[in-house]
Structures are given as structure tokens and as C-alpha cells.
């Protein structure tokens, strides 16, 4: 079976064009921009409970400061549970939060901020 010559034409004339922006898009490419890794952020932290007491310090070895806080959950209803004042750790400094409960000590954590 043939096909009438103006359907082949047409064929041809329709490969010929997939062929060519194939190549032409294979051949364009693109350079994505690599994201750029975030600066190393953020001052090591340890914390220590003794009885009511707690005492952490906190050393910042990176070239941004860190504004940090001292939070204290306390484990007895009644005793009120503290959110330090942040303190700014500058760099390759270490800096000390101390805070405590009336009683026992529940859990403690410290936030992080960065400095705009």
C-alpha cells in the first residue's frame, strides 16, 4: 500500500522538524544555579540541673552572633516556669544562663536567634 504524495510529503516534512528541535533541545542546556549552603549557625550548647538550680553555657564557634535564652519547665504545677532574657554569644565566645524553680526541675532547653 502507498501512500498518496501529499501525505508523504507531509511525513517527512513533520519528522524532519521533530528531528531538528530535538537536537536544538538537546543542545540548549540550561545552568541551574547551585543553591548556595547556608552559613554554619548556631552556639553549642550544655546545660546542667542541680537540684532547683540550673546552670547552662553555651560557646559560639561561628563568625555570626547568636542571641540565646535559657527556658525552664519546673515539674510542680504551682511553681512558675521561666524564659531567660537571650544573651548574645559573639564569636568564639562562650557565655553562661542560669535560672531555677522553686522546686524540682521539669525539663530545659536553650532557643537560638540570629542577629539581623
Known sequence: MRLPRSLA??????????????DAMSQARVEV???????????ACRSRVNGSHVIA???NPYPQPDRVSL?????????????????EAG????VRLT???WKEVRSVWVS?????
Open 9 to 22: 510529503s507531509v511525513t517527512v516534512a513533520a519528522c524532519l522538524v521533530l528531528s531538528l528541535s530535538y
Open 33 to 43: 544555579p547551585q543553591a548556595a549552603e547556608p552559613e554554619p549557625f548556631g552556639a
Open 57 to 59: 553555657y553555651c560557646h
Open 71 to 87: 527556658h525552664i519547665e519546673c515539674e510542680r504545677w504551682w511553681d512558675v516556669d521561666s524564659d531567660g532574657a537571650s544573651v
Open 91 to 94: 564569636p568564639a565566645q562562650t
Open 99 to 101: 535560672g531555677r524553680c
Open 112 to 116: 537560638h536567634r540570629r542577629e539581623r
